[in-house]
């Protein structure tokens, strides 16, 4: 069993900080790419960000020059800063891994429980 449990998430006023991290657990054999996606009120879940296991990223648009992605392969953990967030940043933020478990070595996409950020005033 493999899980993905996010933290870091809370209330935060346009243009200030938060950092998510994700550690994933369980009988873990590799991960592969690590991301993270996020789903405003009434709109369709959306890549922000992700990370290759040799530490390459790629970032949308909407984020570039904002947000950082970064791994710890030794913690199975990734992280999200957020710096200079805007009220359109409010959203569920979530983990999503390819996961190989030791249990038959085939990679399985696996998603966090997700993590509120709220950008206001």
């Known amino acids: 069993q493999v899980q993905l449990v996010e933290s870091g998430g809370g209330l935060v006023q346009p243009g200030g900080s938060l950092r998510l991290s994700c550690a994933a657990s369980g009988s873990i054999f590799s991960i592969n790419v690590m991301g993270w996606y996020r789903q405003a009120p009434g709109k369709q879940r959306e890549l922000v960000a992700y990370?290759?296991?040799?530490?390459?990223?790629d970032y949308v648009d909407f984020v570039k020059g904002r947000f950082t992605i970064s791994r710890d392969n030794a913690k199975n953990t990734v992280y999200l800063q957020m710096n200079s967030l805007k009220p359109e940043d409010t959203a569920v933020y979530y983990c999503n891994a390819g996961v190989t478990p030791y249990s038959d070595y085939r990679e399985y996409d696996y998603w966090g429980q997700g993590t509120q950020v709220t950008v206001s005033s």
């Open positions: 990370i290759t296991s040799d530490g390459s990223t």
